[in-house]
């Protein structure tokens, strides 16, 4: 309890070759510790400041003897007066030992999604409102965050975004605390954090999250057309990137709908690279310059432009892994998750609609693991009876796997997988009802 992050030994090792040279194998284990710490290091210098190695080494050496993670589990059913969703988020922030991973004159950033406009299954207001009073009540200081979108809609930039939220009851006078969206007006304010992966050597982060001392993330459980489902990871990775870094993730490239432009040349002048230009009154792409960022598309009035997601779905969950690592790596222990299951749509609260629930509604989780606490909703979806005359097309059977039945070419589980192998958390957990 109480730990978040853990690096595995060869990608620490890699950083203390890249900064002093070459390890000699010597095969001691005071050798290789001795290298954890070069490594750690390293990792210090490279993240601006931040010191991993002081702050990690200690908690990494005593994760290796450690094999699960706990995730609390409160049900629906009310067992006697005030047994509320309410009271129950409060039991899990308690019992969850969140009152160790924030502490007093924390600035404290409660990760969720607001919701696209349109869509009305997010997470209810009134729950983050428990929330940010369980870590007032640790004396820190919460807001309420997310970061931009790649696509154009009603969460573009940080404006639109804020009043989006409001409409959708995150304001101060429900939640109790202020909305700030983590990556500035639009999307600029973020910082590279390096992580020595598969994909990225370094990956980019809001800065509102690097600012903030700890994090509660609240993430509700719903399918996704390219990770299969979003949870707690998913919410790391696309939710504390800034829109450049989504765009890393998906590796899209914008299409240009001619018979919408107008020619007007505003994506031209947004383009960091150059790659939009007019030809015959209509915005032309040239891939190879192109490097995804998205600016095109938000910038387009006539909304002509939009994203080829078409992407092959292991290495994409991949990148997201490699992403939701960066997003709490500054934060070890000091990171709760809370994964709501309950309103379980096929679609991401993205989509500008909600789709009936795949599944009955199933209960609430707390963990500072993130791998463990998505595993354990993805079991628990997983054991629910599907409904009928949904988005749910196969599958419906307990035991059966229900985002796979909706989203036939994913594979959710996938990002388990990955994440655990780079050292996120633990696939591996222990359920504890309350
Ligand atoms: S996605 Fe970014 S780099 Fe590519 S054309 Fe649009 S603005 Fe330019
Ligand atoms: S901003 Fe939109 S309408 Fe204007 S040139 Fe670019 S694609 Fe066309």
Partial sequence: MGYTIRLPPDVILRLAESSSGPIKPSGGPDDHHHHLKRGYRALGALTGGHNPYALLTGEYLRKEQMTMADV???DLRARGPHDSRSRKIRRLFEAAGFGAVVRPGDLVAVKLHVGERGCDTFINPIFARQVVEKIKE????????????????????????????????????????????????RGGYWSEIAIGGKHFESVRIAGGFLDAESMIVLSHVKG??????GGAIKNLAMGCAPPSGKAEQHVGRPLVDLDRCGGCGKCTRVCPQAAMTIVEGRAHLNPEHCVGCGDCMRSCPEGAIEFDW??????????????ALGAVLDKPGRVGYINFLQNITPDCDCVPWSDAPI???????????????????LDLVD?????????LARNHAPGEDKFTGVWDYTDARYQITYAARIGLGDASYRLIEL
């Fill in 359 to 377: 599944v009955p509604d199933i209960g609430i989780l707390a963990s500072t693991d993130p791998v463990a606490i998505d595993h354990a909703s």
């Fill in 224 to 229: 996704h057309d390219l990770a299969g489902f």
């Fill in 72 to 74: 609390y589990f409160a």
């Fill in 310 to 323: 078409t992407t092959e779905i292991r290495p994409f969950i991949e990148r997201l892994c490699e992403y």
């Fill in 138 to 185: 640790c004396r820190a200081h919460p807001f309420i965050t997310d970061t931009g979108t790649l696509y154009a809609g009603s969460r573009m930039d940080a404006v639109r975004h804020t009043v989006t939220a409001i409409e959708h009851g995150f304001d101060y006078a429900v939640v109790g605390a202020p909305v700030i969206i983590a990556d500035g007006i």
């Fill in 383 to 391: 054991s629910q009876r599907g409904f009928a005359q949904t988005a």
